[in-house]
Structure formats: C-alpha cells, structure tokens
C-alpha cells in the first residue's frame, strides 16, 4: 500500500497563488506516475494535471493549462501543483493520485482544500 497525504490548501483571492504538496509513504515512489484530481462541490471529480516518473513528461486538462504547474522534488517523494492565476472557479478539493504502473489511479489522498474568492 501507498499513503499519499496533501498539504498547501487554503482561501486565496482571485489572481492569487498557492502551492500544493503531496507526500507519499508506504512503497517506492520514484516510477509511479502521478496526478492532481479536484471535485467542486456539486461536481464531478476531474483531472487536472499529472507527470511522468521521471518528470519529463507532463500533462494538463484544457482549463489550467499555462497557470498550474506539476513537479516532483528532488527526492522523488513529494509531487507539488504549483497554482498561479487562481480563479473562483477552482474552487475545489484537490486530490493527490499514483498509478503503481497498471495505467490506474490507484491510490489517492484524503484530499486539501482550495477557495478562491472574487
């Protein structure tokens, strides 16, 4: 099993900045494929961005592309989301995600939360 823990959620106006961070415990870290999910209430979850295990390969859903950014630390244990431009309309809880390698999301955090205000 995996343990993978948010941090970095808060209340930011609008145009404003936030990093998000994810921990991970439990099993090696450094080839799993990682993601960013987010759930706005009343909504369904939705992807929002994910990176490869060696960090080369990046991807992003069409409404945070060019203001968010995902990145693994140098340890290869923490995967961040760094959210620049923020907008009402992220508000949301935001979920950490790995694939093991089986093209799954496996395993998911317990979630942080984003508000953003106008």
């Known amino acids: ?9 808060g209340l930011v106006q609008a145009g404003g900045s936030l ?11 450094s080839n799993y494929r990682m993601s960013w999910f987010r759930r706005a209430p009343g909504k369904a979850r939705e992807f929002v961005a994910a990176i490869t295990w060696s960090g080369s390969n990046f991807y992003y859903s069409n409404s945070v592309k060019g203001r ?11 995967v ?29 955090g317990q979630g942080t939360q984003v508000a953003v205000s106008s």
């Not at 950014?69 to 923490?78: F, G, L, M, Y």
């Not at 009402?88 to 999301?105: F, K, L, M, Q």
């Open 68 to 78: 968010f950014t995902i990145s693994r630390d140098n340890a290869k244990n923490t």
């Open 19 to 29: 990093r998000l961070s994810c921990a991970a415990s439990g099993r090696t870290f």
């Open 80 to 108: 961040y989301l760094q959210m620049n431009g923020l907008k009402p309309e992220d508000t949301a809880v935001y979920y950490c995600a790995a694939d093991p390698g089986n093209s799954v999301w496996t395993y998911w």
């Open 1 to 9: 099993q995996v343990q993978l823990v948010e941090s970095g959620g």
